[in-house]
C-alpha cells in the first residue's frame, strides 16, 4: 500500500514537500498517527528553517462536494483522527495532507459530530424554513420574517438539465451550479404553503405543458404515441428519477449520483460531445453500475441461504 502525504498549509510553496510512503503491514491497521510523524520527521530533516511540530499538525483527505472528481468542483478538507485505524480511512495511492491544528481522537470527531447534530436539531425544532421556492433561509416560528429572494415557480429536473420553470434559460447540468442560479423575484420569507404546489417538474410536465390542452385520447392512441417516441414516451432517466422517488430516494442523493457519472464521462470522453451524446453515455453507464449493484446484491442472498 502506497500513500502520497503532501504538506501545502502555508503561503510560501518553496516550503512545500511530498512524500510517498509504502506502507509496512503492520501500518495498516495501525493508527494514522504513525504517518504524521514520520512524515513530520521527513520534513523537518529537509526543511530547518520551517520545522514543523507533530502534536501541532493533523492529517486529512480532500473530499468532492459535487459527486464528481477532485479539481472538478468545490472540495473540503476532512480530518483523519489520530488514532483512526489506516485501512479504515486511507485508500491505496490516496492523497494525504498534513495541516496546521492539533489533531483530535475518534471518540473527540465523534463527540463533535454528536453535538452538531442536537445543535441542529434544536434549530429545526425552533424554525421554519421558507416555502418559497429557491430560498433556502430559516427563520424563528411566528417570525420576525426576514427579506429573501426567490422563484416564481417550480425547478425542472429534466434528463441532466436542471433549471427553474421561470427562468428556462439559465440550466444547469450539475446540482451545485444548479443551486447558484439567483432568484428572480424579492419579497419576504413566508412559512405558508401553497395547496397543491408541485415542489419540481420533470419531462412529462414540459410535454404536457407544450401540448396545452390537448383532447383526451383513446387508449388505442396513447399506446401508438408511446411506441412510436412521442410525447407519451418519458426519456428513461426521468422515469427511473420518478421510480427513485416512488422508491424513498431523496432527489439530492439522485442527482448527486447523476452528477458525478456525468463528469465522469465528460472527463473520460477525451473529446467534446453532444447533450444527446453525453444523456446516452450516463443513461448506460448509471445502467451498468445498477446491474452490477444487483448482482451483488443476488450474490449476497445466495451466500445467506
Not at 425542472?156 to 447558484?180: G, I, L, R
Not at 407544450?210 to 388505442?220: C, H, N, R, V
Amino acid at each position: 500500500m502506497k500513500v502520497l502525504i503532501h504538506y501545502e498549509d502555508n503561503e510560501d510553496n518553496s516550503l512545500y514537500k511530498s512524500l510517498k510512503i509504502t506502507l509496512p503491514k503492520s501500518w495498516k491497521t495501525g493508527p494514522s498517527q504513525k504517518l504524521l510523524d514520520q512524515f513530520i520527521e521527513t520534513y523537518n530533516a529537509a526543511f530547518d528553517g520551517n520545522q514543523l511540530t507533530a502534536s501541532e499538525m493533523h492529517l486529512s483527505l480532500r473530499k468532492t462536494l459535487d459527486g464528481g472528481s477532485v479539481g472538478g468542483g468545490k472540495s473540503e478538507m476532512v480530518d483523519i483522527p489520530s488514532d483512526g485505524v489506516v485501512v479504515n480511512y486511507i485508500g491505496d495511492y490516496a492523497d494525504v495532507y498534513v495541516q496546521h491544528g492539533a489533531s483530535t481522537s475518534l471518540a473527540e470527531q465523534q463527540a463533535k459530530e454528536e453535538e452538531e447534530k442536537r445543535e441542529s436539531k434544536k434549530l429545526l425544532q425552533n424554525s421554519s424554513a421558507c416555502t418559497h421556492f429557491g430560498c433556502k433561509k430559516r427563520f424563528p416560528k411566528g417570525g420576525p420574517y426576514p427579506a429573501c429572494t426567490f422563484h416564481e415557480a417550480p425547478p425542472v429536473f429534466h434528463e441532466t438539465a436542471k433549471f427553474w420553470s421561470c427562468c428556462p434559460n439559465k440550466k444547469a447540468y450539475d446540482w451545485e451550479t444548479f443551486q447558484e442560479i439567483a432568484g428572480c423575484q424579492t419579497g419576504t420569507c413566508t412559512d405558508v404553503k401553497e395547496p397543491e404546489q408541485k415542489l419540481f417538474l420533470g419531462g412529462t410536465d414540459l410535454r404536457e405543458k407544450i401540448a396545452g390542452e390537448a383532447p383526451l385520447k383513446s387508449i388505442d392512441d396513447f399506446n401508438k404515441s408511446k411506441a412510436a417516441g412521442g410525447a407519451d414516451a418519458a426519456p428513461v432517466l426521468d422515469r427511473f428519477q420518478s421510480v427513485c422517488l416512488e422508491l424513498g430516494i431523496e432527489l439530492e442523493l439522485y442527482q448527486q449520483v447523476l452528477n458525478g457519472i456525468q463528469s465522469g464521462v465528460v472527463k473520460n470522453s477525451g473529446e467534446s460531445l453532444t447533450e444527446p451524446e453525453v444523456i446516452e453515455a450516463v443513461k448506460t453507464e448509471l445502467g451498468k453500475k445498477l446491474k452490477d449493484t444487483m448482482k451483488g446484491i443476488a450474490a449476497e442472498q445466495l451466500r445467506i441461504t
